[in-house]
């Protein structure tokens, strides 16, 4: 007998934070990057969104954990790879953007280069949120009605930092 491979219509965690960081982004040029095409002969995204604010591009990946700490599992080595080498070009800014959801919400965006290091030197095999809240740049996220809205100037403010 045939299962059946029913999927729930509740959207997951992943979704529903893109969709809250998608809605921050006012008055900024934002492409999103869809998932529906990945595994359709070995395609891979880099990133989720590819952002344009003068002068630079930025390609930010999300991800969200309900843990302390962010599983390498739950992200590929190709975007560790592809976001590491994007971030060696000039005018360009790329990384990840974390949410610990059960964490007060808490969020940061990480660059590149430092998760490309701790990925490749560390001895855990995840990004603990101490660690990413050193490295990181924190995203202030208000809760509005159901929904959170990020504030994410502080990664067009902190460009210089990251050079």
Not at 9 to 35: A, C, W
Not at 47 to 67: A, G, M, N, S, V
Not at 98 to 124: C, G, M, V, W
Request: aromatic share 18%.
């Amino acid at each position: 007998m045939k299962q059946s491979n029913k999927t729930s219509n509740k959207p997951s965690y992943g979704k529903i934070f893109e969709k809250e960081f998608f809605n921050s982004l006012d008055n900024i040029f934002v492409q999103r990057i869809k998932d529906d095409t990945l595994r359709f002969k070995n395609v891979k995204n880099a990133c989720d969104f590819i952002i344009f604010r003068q002068p630079y591009l930025y390609l930010f990946e999300l991800k969200t954990t309900k843990l302390r700490s962010l599983p390498f599992s739950n992200i590929s080595q190709f975007q560790i790879d592809s976001l590491y080498h994007y971030s060696k070009q000039e005018g360009i800014v790329a990384g990840f953007v974390i949410n610990f959801r059960s964490h007060n919400y808490q969020t940061y965006f990480l660059p590149a280069d430092k998760a490309y290091a701790y990925y490749y030197q560390a001895e855990r095999k995840s990004f603990p949120l101490e660690w990413v809240q050193e490295k990181g740049i924190a995203l202030p996220a208000t809760l509005i009605r159901t929904r959170y809205r990020f504030d994410i100037s502080p990664i067009f403010s902190h460009k210089s930092s990251m050079s």
